[in-house]
């Protein structure tokens, strides 16, 4: 992965700077990508953090639950770590937050999973 491929970010898009060519341009089958500017590539993401949570197909319990912890927008729950999702929510619920991140498609900036980051 290149240093302008972000991990953090929507699948599919890579953001590409000035100057730059994607290296590998070999998709498999039924998979496309889209390739646009670095900045533009920011404002997408920053856009999609701003997002009201409801947008995220997320059970009306955990949705509830992020309210009340004061999770009000998509980027909050992105960029809070999983241990920090897990403490606030408990595993189901942070993974159910981590899976609905990736059907909207963002990651988490650490682009950890619970599972990953609980067996270290």
Known sequence: MTDSQRP????GVVA??????????????????LIVPASVYSRLLSLADQAPLDGLPL?????????TMGYNQIGQVRCTTANRLVADFGVEHADELLRALYAFGLRQQDSGSVGRELAE
Not at 16 to 33: N, T, V, Y
Not at 59 to 67: E, G, N
């Open 59 to 67: 059970a009306p319990r955990t949705l509830a639950r992020a309210k």
């Open 16 to 33: 590409i700077g000035p100057g730059r060519r994607l290296a590998d341009s070999s998709l498999p089958a039924g998979e496309a990508k």
């Open 8 to 11: 953090d970010g929507l699948p």
